[in-house]
């Protein structure tokens, strides 16, 4: 099996590090999958080009708690990790697609701008879940 090697560098993540407890060989793991979109800008002037690339990396064990604890939306990070194919059988189809397993992980923000995020993603939970209870009192009981 051939192994593939994959970089993203400098990308951001699309949304906050998801993460479960899975059962694995020697018993519950901890897996945590984040999308990290990376940006390759060509050309100049009128003729500047952009691409954006989003990969939805998995990863495994202390190293996916780690991430869920230090990372969230915004976070700029470096992954290096490997692609192997993934190919199943849907109702009757083949779908084709491939994983992407993280191996390395950079956190790239400084403690400074991780902290500011961390504070900033703690009040608008604080605030979603001040609304979500002032519209649950405003609800007529039956």
């Known amino acids: 099996m051939a ?25 519950a793991i901890a897996k945590a999958q984040l999308t990290a979109i990376s940006n390759v800008r060509w050309g100049s002037g009128e003729a500047r080009e952009e691409e954006a690339t989003a990969i939805l990396w998995t990863l495994w064990g202390v190293q996916a708690e780690n991430a869920a604890k230090f990372l969230g939306k915004g976070s700029h990070v470096n992954v290096v990790g490997r692609v192997r194919n993934h190919t199943y059988e849907k109702d009757g189809d ?49």
């Open 94 to 142: 083949t779908i084709y697609g491939l994983a992407f397993t993280c191996e390395e992980i950079d956190y790239l923000d400084t403690k400074a701008q991780a902290a500011q995020r961390r504070s900033h993603h703690g009040f608008v939970d604080e605030m979603n879940a001040a609304e979500r209870a002032a519209a649950q009192s405003a609800r007529p009981r039956t």
């Open 3 to 27: 192994h593939v090697l994959v970089i993203q560098r400098n990308a951001h993540l699309a949304g906050d590090v998801r993460l479960e407890q899975v059962n694995g060989r020697d018993g």
